[in-house]
Nanobody, 122 residues
Framework: QVQLVESGGGLVQAGGSLRLSCAAS????????MGWFRQAPGKEREFVAA????????YYADSVKGRFTVSRDNAKNTVYLQMNSLKPEDTAVYYC???????????????WGQGTQVTVSS
């Protein structure tokens, strides 16, 4: 069992930056790939980024590539999402998830956090 808690969301102006954190409970964090997803009002949940267990490889949605960076610190049981050059269309609830593989599909993840709101004003 893994419990995930996101933090770092908030209100930011377009062009600004935020760093989201996702802290995991348990001693097996390093055995999970981690993903970030987001869901805007009235829209389906979408993939944002993922990172493999070792952190060596990362994957991004085209919409955030070059602006967002996913990283992890296995010693701190934490995964991060650095978001730069934010746009109003990045406004959403952001969720982290843990699973056996770094996948773009949400159904590949076993555990989910409660989400953190990110609002980008124009």
């Amino acid at each position: 069992q893994v419990q995930l808690v996101e933090s770092g969301g908030g209100l930011v102006q377009a062009g600004g930056s935020l760093r989201l954190s996702c802290a995991a409970s348990g001693r097996t964090f390093s055995s999970y790939a981690m993903g970030w997803f987001r869901q805007a009002p009235g829209k389906e949940r979408e993939f944002v980024a993922a990172i493999i267990r070792s952190g060596v490889s990362t994957y991004y949605a085209d919409s955030v590539k070059g602006r967002f960076t996913v990283s992890r610190d296995n010693a701190k049981n934490t995964v991060y999402l650095q978001m730069n050059s934010l746009k109003p269309e990045d406004t959403a609830v952001y969720y982290c998830a843990a699973g056996p593989r770094a996948e773009r599909h949400g159904y590949g993840y076993n555990y989910w956090g409660q989400g953190t709101q990110v609002t980008v004003s124009s």
